[in-house]
């Protein structure tokens, strides 16, 4: 875990009890993990009543160091260990190094998938539906006699609410080659899955 | 020896070895795989020793091979009989399981130490990945509308985790600001930023325009600092120190060259431009370089003290007309708009504040510099006049003790006589003074003494407690850390412990081992039994014949007295002879038949250790490679003379 020198300076401002008392840190945290995760909460730290004693710029300092070592200890995973020694070096006292990790674990969960949520990804098949048709002849045949599969893949994709389609027909053959790259590719996972 | 054997093929296998799975006893294996074997063994011992893993086709060279590995065995202290090509060419099990004993004892004890090495991160990562890859398939699928949003809850381990794409978003980052530097007393933070960090700046969490984006964006606000601040101790390790400039006068000296490689290439730009492009183009680039400009100054401003900045965007302002007199005549004089004019005008009229402010300026010095003569001159003055005050009191001073002197003058002898007493009496007060002075000075000297001691001592132990105090921060440091470091090591093991396979189990070793060892024991007592039953019998028989010889010497002594009275008796006592004889003749064909029948049996285990050997088929397969080598030397020979 890598952070700047001012988000670290932050970081022991709000470990800091001179600028952040006792009884409000555990406020700042859990208004930091709020703000991160909902929408609705993301400025729930201003009229907080708990505040109102702290400077509002040692505040926002504070609270700005707080939400970058959140979203950043989510992202490398950082375990209970991990962070107290991080907090340490920033002079944090025992009790606020357990009541931050109390409450950033119980969240951490929540804002990996959030930030599992940033990325993008090629449609993500969720269904198929199919259909087996039979060609007897066209206008330039007057005999074809051969099957078609007429596929259709319903996919997921970034940023979209809906459901979309992928339509394709393919022979027999062709929709075996499709079924033996897909089993492969299953197998490479399951390869990847037993290292 | 089925375990010493399964104990074997495991430890070969864990040096890697190509054993196949389904062998599991030494009997199984072939030339081939014993030659291979061995060589990775004595790779592994030895480290490097040039031997084909594999056989080699020619007669010739298998021999060499063989006889080579004998000689490396024999050369790692191997005593167990004679060795030779033949001990792994033409092999038999007892043999090879010997060898086989001898070389996995000699293996390095390696596990131990890769042990203690800590696994990179990379690979912990992998396995992170494989893990959750692993949980991930092992769940049933689960269709999408039964996810809310992609998220699916998940029991084991509990969490939760995305799936599909639909709730997915595509990195956007915007810049947030962070408040910087506020708990830094050296540097304080102006009035202004302040004002502004308290009043208006909205908290970080809600800078972002939509919510979604203020992730990505504090992650790449953060991640541009680290960026940036290691760029820069490169560039200041590689380039900075060795110019030996201050970090400030080395960034400003950069800050300075870059724009004027900027401003070379944007005038050169102009210039050739000019003759092809529309003057709008040119007027635009105009502005761009006054920016430029701009820019300069006050960034030497901020850096400079007032007046000194002043004069220097006098010279600047003399450079920018330079450049600006340089430009001017991109501009075609031919079409005069009316912005062209107000421009000119403008300019003029600027030039001429200028120089008047110039004028000015050069006033205000002067003025000043009268102002700073003056005052220094003041200064003076004074210092004399108090140099003139103090003379004055002097000289009143000695005024007064030569009218003293001219008033006592007139009666000199007594007034000798009562100045003689006067000296005489304060002389004597000044003894008594110096004594009693004495008399208080000495204890007050000795406690200043004690005292100063005393505190030397403090002092010291102060200064010894603060350097212990030092010792033991650094050791509380050094604790930590190896605390820190041997957990994430235990942590590591324990997974690596949980990751283990655990098919050789020590625990059912030691239990083999043990039964063994009762085994054994219990055999040891049975044969003690044994050997017990037959020194039993041994006596029985000892005794019996001791009884035997005696019963016959007494019956025989009697039947040869009565033997010459009487012709039966006579006849008895032949009897009894011929029967003696006739017994002892039954008894040593029993102990001969003992004897054979111990024979036969050790021929038998002659004969099975001799069938064990495999001699037979050796012996085939030693006729056929004498052939073969035959053949390969007659073709040598064959090559040797058609040459």
């Known amino acids: 875990m890598e952070l700047s020198a001012s988000v670290t300076e932050n970081i022991i401002i709000a470990g800091d009890s001179a600028f952040i008392h006792d009884n409000s840190y555990g406020q700042l945290v859990s208004c930091a993990c709020k703000g991160i995760l909902f929408e609705e909460n993301r400025n729930v730290i201003e009229n907080n009543p708990a505040f109102k004693d702290i400077d509002k710029d040692v505040l926002k300092a504070a609270y700005s160091g707080i939400v970058t070592l959140v979203i950043e200890a989510a992202k490398h995973d950082s375990t209970a260990e991990n962070l107290s020694t991080f907090l340490e070096d920033c002079k944090y006292t025992v009790d606020r190094i357990s009541t931050f990790n109390k409450i950033f674990l119980s969240q951490k969960s929540h804002i990996q998938l959030l930030l599992g949520k940033v990325g993008s990804s090629f449609p993500h098949i969720v269904d198929v539906e199919w259909r087996l048709d039979y060609y007897i002849k066209s206008n330039n045949l007057e005999k074809i006699d051969s099957a078609v599969y007429l596929i259709n893949l319903k996919t ?12 394709f027909s393919c022979t027999l053959e062709q929709l075996q080659d499709l079924v033996g790259k897909l089993k492969d590719a299953t197998k490479c996972m399951e390869k990847i899955a037993q290292v | 020896m089925e375990e010493v054997d399964r104990i074997i093929v495991h430890s070969l296998r864990s040096i890697g070895c190509d054993v196949e799975d389904d062998i599991q006893s030494l009997r199984q294996f072939g030339t081939e795989l014993i030659i291979a074997t061995v060589v990775q063994c004595l790779k592994v011992i030895l480290g490097d020793i040039d031997l084909p893993s594999s056989l080699p086709p020619g007669m010739s060279a298998r021999f060499r091979l063989g006889a080579s590995l004998a000689n490396h065995v024999q050369d790692l202290g191997y005593k167990g009989g004679d060795l030779g090509y033949q001990t792994f060419l033409y092999s038999n099990e007892t043999e090879v399981r010997k060898i086989f004993m001898f070389l996995v004892e000699k293996l390095p004890k390696e596990s131990s130490q890769a042990a203690d090495e800590p696994i990179g991160a990379s690979v912990l990562l992998q396995r992170a990945i494989s893990t959750e890859i692993n949980t991930q398939l092992s769940m049933a699928w689960l269709p999408s509308f039964l996810k809310d949003k992609g998220v699916r809850n998940r029991s084991k381990p509990p969490g939760w985790q995305i799936e599909g794409a639909c709730c997915l978003q595509h990195y956007h980052s915007c810049p947030v600001f962070i408040p910087k530097s506020i708990g830094n007393i050296s540097n304080k933070v102006p009035k202004e930023l302040r004002s502004y960090y308290i009043k208006h700046l909205p908290y970080v969490t809600n800078q972002t325009n939509l919510h979604r984006d203020l992730a990505p964006s504090i992650m790449e606000a953060n991640s541009l600092e680290v960026a940036v601040s290691q760029d820069w101790e490169n560039e200041w390790n590689q380039i900075g120190l060795a110019s030996r400039l201050s970090q400030q006068e080395f960034k400003k000296r950069k800050y300075e060259k870059l724009l004027k490689m900027i401003k070379d290439r944007l005038q050169q730009d102009s210039q050739l431009q000019e003759k092809i492009d529309s003057q ?8 761009i370089l006054t920016n430029i400009e701009t820019q300069n100054k006050t960034g030497n401003v901020k850096t400079k003290g007032s007046r000194f900045a002043h004069t220097e965007k006098l010279q600047y302002a003399k450079d920018e007309e330079k450049t600006m007199s340089q430009i001017g005549p991109a501009v075609p004089e031919k079409d005069k708009d009316t912005e062209e004019e107000l421009e000119k005008k403008r300019k003029e009229e600027v030039d001429s504040l200028r120089t008047e402010l110039s004028s000015i300026t050069a006033g205000l010095e002067k003025l000043e510099l009268e102002v700073k003569k003056f005052s220094t001159g003041r200064q003076e003055m004074e210092e004399e006049m108090a140099t003139q005050k103090k003379s004055i009191e002097e000289k009143n001073a000695a005024y007064k003790v030569k009218k003293r002197t001219l008033d006592l003058l007139p009666e000199a002898e007594a007034n000798i006589e009562k100045l003689q007493q006067l000296v005489e009496t304060s002389s004597q007060r000044l003894i008594n003074l110096s004594k009693q002075w004495e008399a208080h000075r000495d204890p007050l000297i000795q406690q200043y003494n004690e005292l100063s001691q005393l505190n030397s001592k403090r002092e010291s ?13 650094n ?3 050094e604790v930590a850390d190896d605390a820190r470091r041997k957990e994430e090591l235990h942590k590591q093991l324990v997974s690596e412990y949980e990751r283990m396979t655990k098919d050789v189990n020590r625990s059912a070793y030691t239990r ?4 063994i060892v009762a085994n054994i024991k219990k055999q040891k007592q049975e044969i003690d039994k044994i050997l017990v039953d037959t020194k039993s019998i041994q006596k029985e028989i000892n005794s019996l014949t001791g009884k035997l010889d005696r019963t016959f010497t007494v ?8 033997a010459k009275k009487d012709e039966a008796v006579k006849k008895a006592y032949r009897f009894l002879a011929a029967l003696h004889e006739n017994f002892e003749q039954l008894i040593s064909t029993v102990e001969d038949t003992g004897v054979v029948m111990r024979e036969i049996k050790d021929l038998e285990e002659q004969v099975e250790i001799e069938s064990n050997k495999k001699v037979l088929s050796n012996l085939e397969k030693i006729s056929v490679d004498l052939q073969q080598m035959k053949k390969e030397n007659a073709t040598l020979l064959a090559k040797v003379k058609g040459k």
């Open chain 1, 156 to 167: 997921e994709e970034p940023d979209e609410q809906t459901i979309k389609d992928i339509q």
């Open chain 2, 280 to 287: 709008t183009a040119i007027s635009d680039l105009n502005q």
């Open chain 2, 461 to 473: 132990e102060a200064e010894k407690k603060l350097e212990e105090i030092k010792l033991f921060r």
């Open chain 2, 475 to 477: 050791k509380m440091k």
């Open chain 2, 512 to 515: 083999k081992i043990l039964e």
């Open chain 2, 555 to 562: 019956t025989d002594e009697l039947i040869f007295r009565d």
